[in-house]
């Protein structure tokens, strides 16, 4: 079952500008993470945020989270041709011990 | 850096073989899992194993199987394949469990079942 949902499906936009990407969840979780997919390859971590904290920087990345309303969003600043990549966030429940994917955003960065 | 390697990159197989997919992972960790992903669905759970010998079923067990004999191996079995096991199959490793960490990736092995 899938806990996370990603929004958009897939985002075009030009070398420079910033892409943002947005993940609804349905239970109370312990953290949400984020990872990158390069075009047929394994996944990368990019950041880990848990659900006491609501705002996480790792270079030109920036997760935000709102356990309230049960959302997180991906912020990539002044992105680039090579951050074309499928981008996943995933989820832990409170309870559970496994994480949980969505199906993904794919990002296109044009140069 | 955390290396976590797949046996094959692409495998076809036939309908009805015996498949064995093989990861190793370098670091020592504890934890290791085997997702498919497939195009919509995002990446699903099929197995994980907390300790060498130990394994418990994710969300999508069904016609698999898995081994960890060593610390470092994890091997995905399907003890007869059909097309639709046909799939992008990933393997992964972490540090501590209850998802605290950040889970390491293979490159992921694309079977193709005929």
């Known amino acids: 079952s899938q806990q996370g949902e990603e929004d958009p499906q897939a985002l075009s936009i030009q070398e420079g500008e910033n892409a943002t990407m947005n993940c609804s969840y349905k239970t109370s979780i312990n953290n949400l993470q984020w990872y990158r997919q390069n075009s047929g390859r394994g996944l990368v971590h990019l950041i880990l945020?848990?659900?006491?904290?609501r705002e996480k920087h790792s270079g030109r990345l920036r997760v935000t989270l709102d356990t309230s309303k049960k959302s997180s969003s991906l912020l990539i600043t002044a992105s680039r041709a090579a951050d074309t990549a499928s981008y996943f966030c995933a989820t832990v429940g409170e309870y559970e011990n496994k994480l949980v994917f969505g199906a993904g955003t794919i990002l296109r960065v044009k140069s | 850096d955390v290396k976590v390697t797949q046996s094959s990159r692409y495998l076809v197989k036939r309908t009805g073989e015996k498949v064995f997919l093989e990861c190793v992972q370098d670091m020592d960790h504890e934890n290791m899992f085997w997702y498919r992903q497939d195009p919509g669905l995002g990446l699903r759970l099929i197995y994980f194993s907390y300790d060498v010998k130990m394994k418990e079923k994710g969300d999508i067990p069904e016609g698999y199987s898995v081994s960890r004999e060593k610390k470092e191996r994890f091997s995905l079995i399907l003890e007869s394949a059909s097309t639709n096991q046909t799939s992008m199959y990933l393997c992964?490793?972490?540090?501590?469990?209850?998802?605290?960490?950040?889970?390491?990736f293979g490159p992921g092995t694309r079977l193709t079942v005929t």
């Open positions: 945020i848990r659900s006491n904290e």
């Open positions: 992964a490793s972490s540090l501590l469990w209850r998802g605290a960490y950040e889970q390491y």
